[in-house]
């Protein structure tokens, strides 16, 4: 490939994990945070934000309520005729029933229940829509959006004693770092172009070209950037997110936020420290640093690596840190508002201050992604390989009165294999910023001496411990 | 070698694009009015005391100090886990003896009270 090419391959990826990271997983991430806050108070929550439809459409949808109905009820209608007419063939050992096979009937249960389901989906989104005069809330999804708007058109406001440099530099810092810690995170299984359409062998280590020329596939990496330094990149970009918060809270001109710089900074570099000793075990185990290196491991051993007795321990304790990295309940001291307001945020309004939120909530797609990576397989789903599913065992499962077959290896194409392996890992990603969401919401925050004393005296002598103890387990198992 | 890290340049790139065009939509799009009162630091609504910068605990300064050792110290462990299994059990006396000499220092802070942040 030439350097063209590449360049414009390097870019698709970047827009692909910006749009996903910054433009889906975090304004989802805001929703669901708000969410639960409000059900937890018995609020409404974000719901106000819509777009609104004119009077006449309103009244078209008013107009759909009734078929739609009619559509459910003949769908799942239909539907039961079919399952009573797919039992009367089994019972009575006949071909045909009505001139129509099994297969037919088959056909119609799945396609007819479908069709009742999104019907009544269709219905409760009409409805609500009709119901609210015409507005499309989408469950509050659009409040982010609407925040991102406001934000924007809000006072700019710069304190006069503040140094400007610094106090502007603050947050462009925190949001690039949180940004580019994705470019060494692998997202799926390499890609083999001219193969996209095939089946692609499953245990080959050179895949040779469908297109019949003869030559080796042309690989692409589904990961901006394979670097041998794999992980010390994201540490490295992390600590310089430090930075962001810490110059942020010094150039604002202001006591709380100088407090709340301070108390970040420590906080950060002290968990930057555990963080960085907890993950060692991985490292030992994986024999690795790069990322994708560490995906392919799980993938060929066929385990994940928090089911590997040191590295169950080495995941409690990285989560541990990974949480108090991203300064958030119950480790939000450095903006704990019931005592420093808005700690090293006081002084940032509109959009600046929306870059610190953002950067922060980013963070927490970013920690998520490399927990995913390191303990959970990365963008591996179980059983299923380049070639496609293969199930364990040698089966196959005929569905009665027909000649469909069910076995145990299911072929796929190379590109369905590939989006499925996406989609896996985005779905970890997402289970696991869940996770954290139920951890902010569930405890209350710590004081500033417990936070730093279960750092150093606690993470850091358990994590070195771990450290030996997972070397003795390599050596005399191996 | 080096084009190994244009992917990352490129990166970097982008991400400073998304930064400074929020950051330029916002000091462009937000209106400008400043108040006396409200160029004020901000002081739970009383008249502010002093300098803003204030002089701060000694507990600070010691955590960036061991940070500094033990971030370093956690450089030396990466490259020797990757290469963990080849060097064996002599890798692993030499990393047990690193490791104790960090841990002498961690005790040596410990029992120094410079991990106390109650005092």
Redesign the interface.
Same mark, same amino acid.
């Given at each position: 490939m030439d @350097?063209f090419t590449?360049?414009l391959l390097?870019?698709a #990826?970047?827009?692909f994990v910006?749009i996903v990271a910054?433009g889906a997983f975090a304004p989802v991430l805001l929703w669901a945070e708000r969410r639960q806050s409000a059900m937890m108070q018995d609020r409404v929550g974000p719901h106000r934000a819509h777009i609104p439809l004119p009077r006449s459409v309103v009244e078209g949808l008013r107009l759909t309520l009734k078929p739609l109905e009619a559509g459910i009820f003949g769908s799942f209608f239909a539907a039961g005729l079919a399952i009573v007419a797919l039992v009367i063939l089994l019972l009575s050992s006949r071909e045909t029933l009505f001139g129509q096979e099994a297969k037919t009937y088959y056909l119609a249960v799945v396609g007819f229940g479908i069709l009742g389901v999104l019907a009544r989906v269709g219905h409760k989104v009409h409805g609500g829509i009709v119901e609210s005069g015409g507005k499309i809330a989408l469950l509050g999804l659009l409040h982010p959006l609407a925040d991102a708007i406001k934000?924007? %058109? #809000?006072?700019? %406001?710069v304190?006069?004693?503040a140094d400007k440099l610094l106090f502007?530099i603050a947050?462009?810092l925190t949001?690039?770092t949180a940004?580019?810690a %994705?470019?060494v995170v692998p997202f799926a299984d390499t890609l083999f172009l001219e193969c996209a359409t095939d089946v692609v062998p499953r245990d080959v280590a050179t895949v040779m070209a469908c297109d019949g020329s003869g030559g080796v596939a042309t690989a692409i990496p589904m990961q901006?950037?394979? @670097?041998?330094i794999g992980?010390? %990149?994201i540490f490295a970009i992390a600590g310089t997110g430090v930075v962001g918060a810490a110059i942020g809270g010094y150039s604002?001109?202001? !006591?709380?936020s100088?407090?709340g710089g =301070?108390r970040a900074?420590?906080q950060m570099?002290?968990y930057?420290?555990a963080l960085? =000793?907890t993950i060692?075990?991985c490292?030992?185990i994986y024999?690795? =640093?790069r990322l994708e290196e560490i995906v392919m491991w799980q993938h060929e051993a066929g385990i994940w690596g928090i089911f590997i007795p040191p590295l169950t321990i080495a995941c409690v304790l990285y989560l541990f840190a990974a949480i108090a990295e991203t300064k958030r309940v119950p480790f939000d001291l450095p903006e704990g508002e019931s005592e420093l307001?808005g700690g090293y945020l006081?002084?940032y309004?509109?959009? #600046?201050f929306?870059?610190f939120f953002a950067g922060e909530f980013v963070e927490v797609v970013v920690l998520g992604a490399l927990a995913t990576v390191l303990f959970f397989g990365g963008w591996d789903v179980p059983f299923l390989y380049r070639s496609g599913f293969d199930l364990p065992g040698t089966w196959e499962l005929v569905i009665p009165m027909t000649d469909w077959v069910i076995q145990d290896t299911i072929a796929l194409q190379h590109w369905a294999v590939i989006v499925i392996q996406v989609i896996a890992f985005l779905l970890k990603i997402a289970i696991l910023m869940w996770l954290q969401l139920m951890i902010r919401w569930t405890l209350p925050r710590f004081r500033?001496?417990q936070i730093? !004393?279960v750092c150093? #005296?606690g993470l850091?002598?358990l994590s070195?411990a771990n450290? =030996?103890l997972t070397?003795?387990i390599?050596?005399l198992w191996? | 070698m080096l084009s190994a890290y244009l992917p990352v340049f490129l990166m970097l790139l982008v991400a400073t694009l998304v930064a400074l065009g929020m950051f330029t939509a916002t000091s462009l799009a937000g209106p400008k009015k400043p108040t006396p009162e409200k160029l004020l630091p901000y002081e739970s609504g009383s008249n502010t005391t002093g300098a803003s910068h204030l002089r701060q605990s000694v507990k600070f300064y010691l955590t960036a100090i061991s940070f500094v050792v033990f971030d370093i110290e956690a450089a030396f462990i990466y490259p020797w886990a990757a290469l963990f299994r080849d060097l064996g059990w002599v890798g692993f006396v030499a990393m047990v003896i690193f490791l104790a000499v960090l841990a002498i220092t961690l005790v040596y802070e410990w029992k120094k009270g410079a991990l106390e942040w109650e005092r």
């Open positions: @350097l590449q360049i390097a870019i #990826k970047i827009l910006v910054v934000m924007i %058109f #809000k006072e700019d %406001f304190p006069p004693k502007s947050p462009i949001m690039v940004i580019a %994705f470019a901006i950037a394979s @670097l041998d992980i010390l %990149f604002s001109d202001n !006591k709380y100088l407090m =301070l900074a420590s570099v002290s930057e420290v960085g =000793l060692v075990p490292f030992m024999d690795s =640093l307001v006081t002084e309004s509109g959009m #600046k929306g870059m500033y001496d730093m !004393k150093w #005296k850091l002598p070195i450290i =030996l070397g003795i390599v050596l191996t | -």
